[in-house]
């Protein structure tokens, strides 16, 4: 029973890192194709530099949380999203001035 038990923590601990993975890679895709749309519809470069910022964390190996735990990069992901899908629509706005 006791090594039912592990087998069931460790089953259900990889399908949490599984699920977390996945949503950073969605996440990450996202935000790579976020950009290409907006590269050149004229974008401050503070939105830049977060885009830039979430990849370049994504991929360090110094994280606030471990990195089976994506939830950080997950966070930093959705960031800069929010961020470029702002700058987006705020250029959209001038643009039909």
Known sequence: ???EMWVA???VAAVLIVTTVVLAGVLMVRLVKARRQLRDAGIPVENKAV???ALIYLV???DLLPD???L???GF????LRSLQ???ERADVVRRR
Do not use: N, S
């Open 9 to 11: 923590v460790a089953v």
């Open 60 to 62: 360090c190996p110094v």
């Open 86 to 88: 702002a700058a987006a």
């Open 1 to 3: 029973m006791h090594t």
């Open 72 to 74: 950080d990069d997950i």
């Open 51 to 53: 885009f830039w910022g």
């Open 68 to 70: 089976p735990v994506l």
């Open 77 to 80: 992901l959705l960031l800069a």
